[in-house]
């Protein structure tokens, strides 16, 4: 529609899980350097969640993003949501595994 938008972590991570077996291009890497940014300062379960997958995915570094996980879970047990406790424990627990081809 002609506008740009701000990239989410949440979807920027689904995204980029949605490729992670196809070549990696010049935008795969910026959208991971972004998604790393985007990620650095987050208390969203669901942002560390899906990002610590992501970066299974792609052999980056992800145990900084699951001992934070550990830590927003640990302050604020998720505030009762399923949907990112879910996705914790598929990421402190390689569920990364279930995605690759």
């Given at each position: ?45 669901l942002a560390l969640g899906w990002t610590a ?39 402190v627990h390689d569920g990364a595994a279930s995605f690759r081809a």
């Amino acid at each position: 529609m002609g506008d740009s938008l701000s990239p989410y972590a949440d979807t920027t991570a689904l995204a980029l899980m949605a490729v992670h077996d196809r070549d990696r291009r010049e935008a795969t890497t910026k959208s991971l350097d972004v998604l790393a940014a985007l990620t650095r300062d987050s208390s969203s379960g669901l942002a560390l969640g899906w990002t610590a997958l992501c970066f299974d995915l792609y052999g980056m570094p992800s145990a900084p993003l699951r001992q934070h996980l550990r830590e927003q879970y640990a302050a604020t047990r998720f505030l009762g949501k399923v949907k990112p406790l879910a996705l914790a424990v598929l990421a402190v627990h390689d569920g990364a595994a279930s995605f690759r081809a």
